[in-house]
């Protein structure tokens, strides 16, 4: 009995010891975490100006355009287009072509 005694308080004493000793998981996934990090301040990254590829010529109606792309350019950017009837915005409504 004795015997079984010592043992158990050895096994025990032997798991107290390596639990202290060993790093838990939530420690271990900090340190990693923290050194992930970049220690600079987080800096967006600039969006890139969009080029146009468009440019005001004298059109003006649904019919002179080749894309919706281009009548929405024309509609946002020049002046004396016939497009957008309404004034949604959305020009070309009734072109079947777009």
Do not use: W
Request: aromatic share 8%; glycine share 4%.
């Amino acid at each position: 009995m004795k015997k079984i005694l010592v043992m158990i308080v050895v096994v025990v004493a032997a798991l107290n010891y390596f639990q202290k000793e060993t790093p838990r998981r939530t420690e271990v996934r900090e340190e990693l975490v923290s050194e992930a990090i970049d220690p600079e301040p987080y800096k967006p990254i600039p969006a890139p100006k969009p080029v146009a590829r468009f440019s005001c010529d004298g059109r003006q109606y649904c019919s002179q355009m080749s894309s919706r792309a281009e009548a929405e350019f024309f509609v946002r950017h020049c002046p004396n287009v016939k497009m957008d009837g309404d004034r949604d915005g959305i020009p070309c409504e009734n072109d079947s072509r777009f």
